[in-house]
């Protein structure tokens, strides 16, 4: 899948995955895509982002959650007492 409004530098923001060279992290649109109820709200605040960007942010985290991820974290689980 290509991410094309996700960008990574490395003398921003820490090289964390950045929306369209803003100093917005993709976290940040994960966590404001989950505190905001609607679309409406979160654009007042942050009307640069645009709700394709938040769409990508979140095909992002998911992508970065793959099953090789989910099998460490199982095995993790089942070995715990």
């Known amino acids: 899948m290509k991410f094309d409004r996700i960008t990574v530098e490395p003398g921003k923001m820490n090289g ?31 009307p640069d982002l645009e709700e394709a960007d938040a769409e990508q942010a979140l095909r992002f985290a998911a992508n970065a959650f793959d099953e090789s991820w989910l099998d460490e974290a199982e095995s993790e689980l089942a070995a715990r007492p």
């Open 16 to 46: 964390q995955p950045c929306i369209r060279g803003m100093r917005l992290t993709v976290w940040r649109v994960l966590d404001i895509v989950a505190t905001y109820k609607t679309r409406e709200r979160w654009a007042a605040d942050y």
